[in-house]
């Protein structure tokens, strides 16, 4: 097995990785994934088995039952995809299979099975991570930055608005989306909560109320398509957020609303405002606007500006090599978990619900040393694995056991299912980046870990992807 550059640190062993989960999201992944030679996704598996032959034979990948892929000794990671409600289960599996898992938001289905997760992880030495991913896009590292370096001043305000209406006029199975574990506050919420605790710090108390229009879907696509499914769960939220900053956020998330014009986020500060980009995206534009002017848009810092699904589960990946910490973490994806839990709490209970947890903020990415070229607008074709004997061979043999573990409740300097990807959406269409990633130490100490990023002339050295074992 060869190794791939990390930046202009040392080289790194790539993590082989299995994919279980090959919905609709599994696309966006696997195109990604090319663009971080730490990576190596090598099988897939899903229940419903045709699913995983189609992605395998799609991506070059090898499908295998669920069991089997768990049970795989030279398997060391697993991305899960799956529905929200198998989330914790799956994830549970694979840690208990001994292996690192990094998830599709939301976390779990309730914060009691995301802290099972938890546990399950420090116990064994395991690493946990989850999307959402995006706040590592140059978008929302831009508003980290000038946060930090205090543009605006004191955040005393901040709003984030998703509205729309549902996924079931795109999306061919959408019924988890109105199931336990969807509506709009589990689904979109994570990006805005993330994006929120990533600039500004953990969550304090909430107060919601909530409500759904309608009591059934239709399906627009796919070959179930005009048939209905029931809604479960509330599909418009609107609440207050206190950070423990002091900062109050204005939240409304929707799935009951056809157009609207509002900002999907900013935060007001003593001294300005920042108009952010949509958290479910990794690029811009980024404004500001000082006490008494117009915005002005600001030049966009370190990070991907294009589909970049992966690079939280690079970022762990690189973290496994080199010690560490990864930012998608477990504790920032359960705080997260908490807060949604909170709103639904607080919406029917009606009455202000605090947060106990308090992750720290993730490490910024480290500005790039010098300007990269984005990535190409499409990928090359991937082969398929050339040895038909290459599932048993993987299984006879076993990859040592890395020692690189996060320790119980790594802190960071400074701290379902499916995700929707909506047709037509930049994040869909835009090509990919070539990504900058980096560590830093606990404490802010930039001395305790190198700056890591990926290379862009190892793209052309790892086109190994789908290598098959000798």
Request: proline letters at 10%.
């Amino acid at each position: 097995m060869g190794t791939a550059r990390t930046g202009h640190g040392p080289r790194v062993e790539p993590v082989r990785i299995g994919l279980i989960g090959c919905g609709k999201i599994s696309a966006a992944y696997l195109q990604a994934a090319p663009s971080y030679p730490v990576l190596d996704i090598v099988a897939c598996a899903d229940i419903d088995r045709p699913a995983a032959a189609r992605v395998a034979a799609e991506s070059g990948l090898q499908a295998m039952d669920v069991d089997a892929l768990l049970a795989c000794g030279d398997i060391e990671a697993i991305l899960n995809l799956t529905v929200p409600a198998a989330h914790a289960p799956v994830n549970l599996a694979a840690l208990q299979a001994g292996k690192h898992v990094y998830c599709e938001k939301p976390f779990a289905v309730d914060p009691a099975a995301g802290a099972a997760v938890m546990a399950a992880a420090r116990e064994r030495g395991l690493r946990v991570g989850s999307a959402p991913d995006t706040f590592l896009g140059a978008g929302h590292q831009t508003v980290r930055a000038l946060v930090d370096a205090g543009r605006i001043g004191r955040v005393v305000a901040a709003t984030a608005i998703w509205l729309g209406h549902g996924h079931e006029g795109w999306h061919p199975s959408p019924a988890f989306y109105y199931a336990p574990g969807g509506g709009p506050h589990f689904d979109m919420a994570p990006y805005y909560l993330t994006a929120l605790v990533h600039a500004l710090g953990p969550v304090r108390a909430v107060t919601a109320m909530a409500g759904r229009a309608f009591d059934t879907r239709t399906v627009g696509s796919g070959p179930d398509a005009g048939t209905t499914v029931p809604v479960q769960v509330s599909t418009h939220l609107s609440g207050a957020i206190e950070l423990v900053s002091g900062c109050i956020v204005t939240i409304a998330l929707s799935y009951d609303v056809w157009r609207h014009s509002n900002p999907r986020f900013e935060l007001h500060g003593t001294a300005g405002s920042i108009s952010a980009p949509d958290p479910n995206g990794f690029g811009g534009p980024v404004r500001v606007a000082d006490p008494g002017a117009e915005w002005t848009e600001a030049p966009l810092g370190a990070g991907p500006t294009r589909n970049a699904r992966s690079i939280g589960l690079a970022d762990l990946c690189i973290g496994l090599r080199t010690g560490a910490p990864h930012r998608c973490n477990g504790e920032l994806a359960q705080h997260v978990l908490e807060v949604m839990d909170a709103l639904d709490r607080s919406a029917e209970q009606r009455s202000q619900v605090t947060i106990d947890s308090r992750p720290e903020r993730p490490a910024p990415l480290p500005e790039r040393p010098a300007p990269l070229p984005e990535g190409p607008a499409s990928l090359p074709e991937r082969p398929a694995p050339a040895r038909t004997d290459w599932p048993e061979r993987l299984r006879e043999r076993s990859l040592p056991r890395r020692a690189h573990v996060v320790e119980p409740a790594p802190r960071l300097s400074g701290a379902a299912g499916e995700d929707p990807v909506v047709p037509g959406s930049q994040h869909e269409q835009e090509p990919l980046p070539q990504v900058l990633l980096g560590g830093r130490a606990a404490g802010g100490d930039a001395g305790k870990a190198a700056q890591l990023q990926t290379d862009v002339t190892d793209l052309k050295l790892h086109a190994r992807l789908r290598r098959p074992i000798h």
